[in-house]
């Protein structure tokens, strides 16, 4: 029998946590073959949330789903033994009235704890991704705390901005969204990261040659996917979890099995200095997987236009990275 893959989730019982773990049990994410043991790891007063849940995983009788192990975030070592894959979901959200700056301190320990934790109990090979905001920070602090983890195993998520670009450009061009592809997202998952448009393609064609309108495409495209987190809290009075947890179950995904020809993964990584990046950062690249090992896809035409909005939001990563060099070892 093969040997069941352990997969932790943070903030298991939180709203994007709630979403994920029903598909990651049922076989779609790492194939009808491959048993999932379920590592769910709450705050202390959320263990019994983490008991209904757990209810309800055993209530959906999935084949694929080889058991189910709940974890109290005081103990993030017996949380994280051996495991194969870390979903680190679980920080604080940001308040009404909070700087960004506010929720970088306030998080910055939690993912501190959590990176000692994985470099002492994790499986020598596990991958990370983090989702908890501000998520590319987080995932440097993490990462520096496991120096015995390979650096290529840590990614921050910018697959939900990613996606939902592909959505805007297909609207935009009457199309439907699978014929949008090459999407990358550049830099921080903020305000600041940049969708790229230019080297997007819609039925193989350039994006801008099928979309002609190169003021919404430099304007409005770039500023509804920069804002689409903040609209969609404003229409539903909470923020996005089910787009989110897809877009962090697509991640997963992506990297387990080989990049289709012509379109990129995107996902937030260290730089290794590619498209003028500052090392060190972890920002939002375009990248391809062989389902086993990633790389940063070379060659995406960056003009003028798109060097300044990438050094934008790589300056407002050197910027929170400035405000965590404390927790940074
Ligand atoms: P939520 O508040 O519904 O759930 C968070 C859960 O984490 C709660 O159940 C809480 O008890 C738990 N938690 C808090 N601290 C923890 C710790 N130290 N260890 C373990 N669990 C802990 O929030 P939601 O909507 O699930 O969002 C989670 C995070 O994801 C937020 O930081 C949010 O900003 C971020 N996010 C990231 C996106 C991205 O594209 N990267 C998109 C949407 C949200």
Redesign the pocket.
Known sequence: MTKPLRVAV?????????ATLFRLASGEIFGAQQPVILHL???P??QG?LDGIHMELDDCAFATLAGVEKFS?DNLELAFKDVDWVLC??????GKGMERSDLIRI?GP?FT??GKAINAAASRDVKVL????P?NTNCLIAMSHAPDIPRANWF??????QNRAASQLAIKAQRPVAAVQNVAIWGN?SATQYPDFMNAKIDGQPASQVITDHEWLKSTFISTVQQR?AAVIAARG????A??AN?ALDTVKSLVNPTPAGTCISAAVLSDGSYGVEEGIISGFPLSSDGKNWKIIQGFQVDEFSRSKIDATINELKTERDTVKDLLP
């Open positions: 943070t903030g298991a019982a939180g709203q994007i946590g709630y790891i709450e705050l007063q959320a949330a975030s979901i679980g920080s604080i959200p940001r998080n939690i704890n959590t983090v989702v908890g905001n998520c921050a998520m910018t697959r939900l901005d998952h987190g909470a923020s996005s979890a787009s989110a877009a």
